[in-house]
Each structure stands twice: as structure tokens, then as C-alpha cells.
């Protein structure tokens, strides 16, 4: 299993949702307007997804001695919600992704798509709900359920604080903001999941 540092107390996991009526469809759905309604839930397929991860989840921690102690805990964190990419994209069809990756993310991640949320906007909010799991647990085995590009971009921040364990920062929101450098931003792509993958991440 991937090892925890000294800046994180916890061991972290992602898991992206399973396939959604939307991911079937081609289409973009990033409001949390549209995202709560019954038609953009998931399809079939994807609870079957979700169910297959979460047993195989269990039969790491099993493999891994890793005990659930008074059942595992399952708290929802609004800081984990989809990226907007503003309404240009909202609901439309799923290749105008290219346009947010190669012509914004990659070149420049501190650039807005018209109305929607920069990386490093993205990367903010998932600081924050870092800090808030690490006040919350200590030395536990913890399972982010979140989207692609949210979990793409938590990846990205979460391996930077394996190479970067030393810092002039105090708190950890600090240290981990001040690792939210465009480098490292532009590269979340690399830790793209397809629909419910499960991947130890640190």
C-alpha cells in the first residue's frame, strides 16, 4: 500500500464515481443544479461499478490488516463536489473536454473557463477539505469518492507532499496551497480515473 509522509497523518485512496446517465450520454454536467437531479444519477452500470469497488476496497483493508473500527465513517464535504466549468459547457457534449484541457488546463491552469472554476480554484477547495479530514482522523485509511477532474487535480496535490515534506509553512493549509503551483497543476491530467477505479494514492 502507498505510504503516508510526515505532512498527512492519514493514508488517502480515491475512487471516482461509477458511470453516470450523463458519462452515457456525452454530456458535460458540472452544476450541482443539474448534477442532483434523477436524470444525471448514475446508469445502471455504474452502481454496479460502485458496488464492485467497494468490495474490492474491503478486500484491501482485509489483506492489509486495516481493522473498521465502529463500521467505516461516511462523511459528505460540499469541497468535493464536481469542478464547474461554467455554463459555455454545461451540457454539452463530452469532447468539448479537449478544449478545457489542452486550450486552458495545460497551458495555463490559472485561467477560467467564461463562468466556471480555474484548477486552482479547484485546488483550493480540496486544500480546505484536506485540512478538514486530517483535523477529523489520525492515522486512519480514508476513501474519497469524488469526479474525475476534482479527484485528478486532489491526486496532483497529494503526490507534490510526497516530494515536498519539508516546508516554511506552519499549518497545513499553508503547506498545502503553497504547493498549488501551476507546474503542478497542469499536470492533474496524468491522474485521470475511469469511472469507478479505485487507486491508493498516498
Known amino acids: 500500500m502507498a505510504q503516508t509522509t510526515s505532512l498527512l497523518r492519514n493514508k488517502y485512496w480515491v475512487l471516482r464515481h461509477g ?3 450523463p458519462n452515457e450520454r456525452g454530456l458535460i454536467v458540472s452544476s450541482m443544479e443539474n448534477g442532483t437531479l434523477p436524470e444525471y444519477q448514475l446508469a445502471p452500470g455504474g452502481v454496479n461499478q460502485a ?3 467497494g468490495e474490492l476496497f474491503q478486500k484491501v483493508l482485509k489483506e492489509n490488516s486495516i481493522p473498521i473500527e465502529n463500521g467505516a465513517q461516511c462523511k459528505v464535504m460540499e469541497n468535493l463536489r464536481e ?4 455554463p459555455s459547457f454545461e ?3 463530452l469532447d468539448e473536454y479537449h478544449e478545457i484541457y489542452c486550450t486552458l ?3 495555463d491552469p490559472l485561467m477560467r473557463p467564461e463562468g466556471g472554476e480555474r484548477v486552482d480554484d ?3 477547495r480540496l486544500a480546505e477539505a484536506i485540512v478538514a479530514m486530517e483535523s477529523l482522523f489520525q492515522g486512519c485509511t480514508i476513501l474519497v469518492v469524488s469526479h474525475g477532474d476534482p479527484l485528478q ?3 496532483a496535490l497529494l503526490n507534490a507532499t510526497k516530494l515536498n515534506t519539508e516546508s516554511s509553512y506552519d499549518d497545513l493549509a ?3 496551497q503553497a504547493l498549488a503551483a501551476p507546474s503542478i497543476l497542469s499536470q492533474h491530467r496524468k491522474f485521470n480515473l475511469r469511472t469507478g477505479e479505485l487507486r491508493a494514492v498516498i
Open 83 to 86: 469542478r464547474f466549468f461554467g
Open 51 to 53: 458496488q464492485l469497488a
Open 105 to 107: 488546463d495545460e497551458q
Open 19 to 21: 458511470r453516470s446517465i
Open 153 to 155: 487535480i486532489l491526486q
Open 174 to 176: 499553508s503547506r498545502i
Open 91 to 93: 451540457l454539452r457534449s
Open 122 to 124: 479547484v485546488a483550493s
